[in-house]
């Protein structure tokens, strides 16, 4: 059987932080802490990153590989439109991402925030479609799951500031 072209995954992914949704909303709409926490990493360069956090406002990040990975020296380029932002409560956008030219996958994430105690509940949905060549749905959502790590430590980071 021939190799599909497209392959289509969905995943949920669930986090509890110990901040206010006002602040975990913040960690998404202020573009230098996004930048921070979602766009920079040890295993890239950051080219380019600018962000118009709105409803039909974009996001453009151009990043190059680092030797050592497995696409070394490659560019990616990730493109978001903000389709639906509700302060406090949920961003949905669209997003493409490309590497050496070639588009990898589209997706459409939904970030919800609800009040659970003192914090929040975070639960993104990611909605994709994968195409030939794309790193999948497996290594999608372990990117995920470290965004939202690196998510933590940014509001924990905000803490340990605002205390000083």
């Keep these: 059987m021939k190799e599909r072209a497209v392959n289509h995954s969905t995943f949920v992914i669930e986090r509890t932080y110990p901040a206010a949704p006002e602040r975990v909303f913040q960690a998404f709409a202020d573009p230098s802490r996004k930048r921070r926490w979602f766009i920079e990493s040890t295993g890239h360069n950051v080219e380019h990153f600018e962000m118009d956090f709105r409803p039909g406002g974009r996001e453009l990040a151009r990043l190059t590989f680092k030797p050592g990975t497995p696409v070394s020296g490659m560019t990616c380029i990730s493109e978001s439109s903000y389709d639906v932002i509700v302060p406090d409560s949920h961003i949905v956008f669209s997003n493409t991402m490309a590497i050496g030219g070639n588009t990898i996958s589209a997706a459409l994430v939904t970030v919800e925030l609800q009040p659970a105690g ?47």
């Design 118 to 164: 003192s914090g929040t509940a975070l639960i993104l949905t990611h909605q994709a479609a994968f195409f030939q060549g794309a790193d999948g749905p497996e290594m999608r959502e372990g990117g995920w799951q470290k965004l939202m790590d690196r998510l933590a430590a940014e509001l924990a980071e905000v803490d340990v500031a605002q205390q000083a």
